[in-house]
Structure formats: C-alpha cells, structure tokens
Nanobody
Framework: VQLQASGGGLVQPGGSLKLSCAAS????????IGWFRQSPGKKREGVSC????????YVADSVKGRFTISSDKAKNTVYLQMNSLKPNDTAVYYC??????????????????WGQGTQVTVSS
C-alpha cells in the first residue's frame, strides 16, 4: 500500500491549489481516504475525508466552503481542491488510507497508511 501526495506549492492568498493523492497497491474503492495537514508547532489536523464504497465526503468546519474532496476511481486517485486559500492554510498536507472503517473520519489514529506529504504555502 502506497500513497503519493503531490500538487503543493506557493500560492497567494485567495488563490487555489489542487492536491492529488495517488494510490498504488490497493484500490481506493475499499479504503477510506483522508486529508490531513500539519504546520510547525501544531497538532495534525484532519481536513477532509471520503468514505469507501459510497463516496460520501466530510469537510472540516475550518475549510468548509473552500475545500472539496473528490476521487477518480479510474485513476485510483483522491483530490483535494483548495480555493480561497488563506495564510493559515499553510502546512504540510498528507493523505492517508484505512481499510478498517466504512465511514471516514478526521481522526489520524484511524488511518494505517500515510503518504509523504506535500507543502502548501500561502503567502503574498
């Protein structure tokens, strides 16, 4: 099981980025996938997740209305579209996968497999 997060970079406040989480060694159909972020000195925060099977999504209040999670089963990839970015969205963003639970969560200890992270910096 491997996850490859990509798409991070430097963007100005109000800008957009789309992160990708490419899965290999397993099908995202059978795993819940979550996006998390961590900035220096802060705890890892769950941002969004998607259920396995039915594809129902959850978005944390801190990013609701700005971030959208989606999946492309043909590409075995989960995306995080981030709009109206703010400086406090700056963090390393990670994707994670879990095969135990049907319903996704933003609790990091529910996830067994993690990607390497991609840096998102929001600054003028």
């Amino acid at each position: 099981v491997q996850l490859q997060a990509s798409g991070g970079g430097l963007v100005q406040p109000g800008g957009s980025l789309k992160l990708s989480c490419a899965a290999s060694g397993f099908s995202i159909d059978y795993y819940t996938i979550g996006w998390f972020r961590q900035s220096p000195g802060k705890k890892r925060e769950g941002v969004s997740c998607i259920n396995r099977g039915d594809g129902i999504t959850y978005v944390a209040d801190s990013v609701k209305g700005r971030f959208t999670i989606s999946s492309d089963k043909a590409k075995n990839t989960v995306y995080l579209q981030m709009n109206s970015l703010k400086p406090n969205d700056t963090a390393v963003y990670y994707c994670a996968a879990d095969a135990t639970y049907y319903f996704c969560s933003t609790y990091e200890y529910d996830y067994d497999y993690w990607g390497q992270g991609t840096q998102v910096t929001v600054s003028s």
